[in-house]
């Protein structure tokens, strides 16, 4: 069950470079770093299902849900992660940009689709 954190990130712990961002994550938010709960997609399906999120769609993109409640995904679940340490803000702000976050998004999914293909964890 999810926690009482200030956000619970659900994110694919089976992804080696999933759990490298997430320990750097941790490094550089400092006592900022209990304040997330970070949920492997995996074993939280259910938590998940009860939230309107596919645990598939899940495994997909990068999800997010804040204290109030609110799902964010994607681009915009990285950005929030981001601007809460000061020396990502700019990059948080830089990639919200049109432009900038459409490609970014084009980007990431063809990564994570070859990812889980690669793993055998494509659905078919």
Known sequence: MPSKASINVFYD???????KERR????W???????IAWLDVSEHQQALREKGVDPTMALRSLHI???QCQ????IDAY????ARIPLLMPVAWIIGLPGIKTALRKLYDI????????????PT
């Open 111 to 122: 990564w994570v689709k070859r990812r889980l293909q690669k793993q055998g964890r494509w």
């Open 29 to 35: 938010s400092g006592r900022h770093a209990g304040d």
């Open 71 to 74: 799902l964010i995904e994607g």
């Open 24 to 27: 750097r994550y941790e490094r």
């Open 65 to 67: 849900e804040t204290a």
């Open 13 to 19: 712990a089976q992804c080696p470079l999933c759990r």
């Open 79 to 82: 950005r929030l992660l981001m």
